[in-house]
């Protein structure tokens, strides 16, 4: 069964440093990825997606994340972090080719100190 | 073109009641899922939907939990008979194609 680790439960950074979230999966094949943002109270917004092709992905709010099929990883960066960027982030996965459900990782939860 | 739309935001029932969760897709996607967030965990995966048919409903408890998308009107989750272990958010997430999924605000369901 495919299954998805996000390592770092709590990460704290400063305004204006950089940053990058871990993501890695575990499955057959290379699926679909996917990374969102949750507010405190809130739905996810989903910040960009990997199918195919390129593998640096670029989202909104300045995210990018880099697909690296030789470690299983899809990380998520930001070369630097804004206030409004604290919240938490999910990195999911789902098989390619059919529409299916979404496997989600534990999250990580940023905050960012001014 | 509006998001997905749930409702209500807030639930809150007793024990043995029932709670009916309600869930709007974004218009033009017949795609739609159900899935579950407890108190700081991950979202696990209850149901998926097309228009009228159950898709994939592995992730769904064998009793108590059903779920619905009728050729009219929104998706419906609805629990009978609600424990406390159903306290939890809900979020519903719609797609045009099946692949990139689109959440809803959620429904917070307590239980008291």
Known sequence: AQSVTQPDIHITVSEGASLELRCNYSYGATPYLFWYVQSPGQGLQLLLKYFSGDTLVQGIKGFE??????????????PSVHWSDAAEYFCAVAPTGTASKLTFGTGTRLQVTL | NAGVMQNPRHLVRRRGQEARLRCSPMKGHSHVYWYRQLPEEGLKFMVYLQKENIIDESGMPKERFSAEFPKEGPSILRIQQVVRGDSAAYFCASSPEGATQYFGPGTRLLVL
Do not use: G, I, M, Y
């Open chain 1, 65 to 78: 994340a880099e697909f690296k099929r030789s470690q299983s990883s899809f990380n998520l960066r930001k």
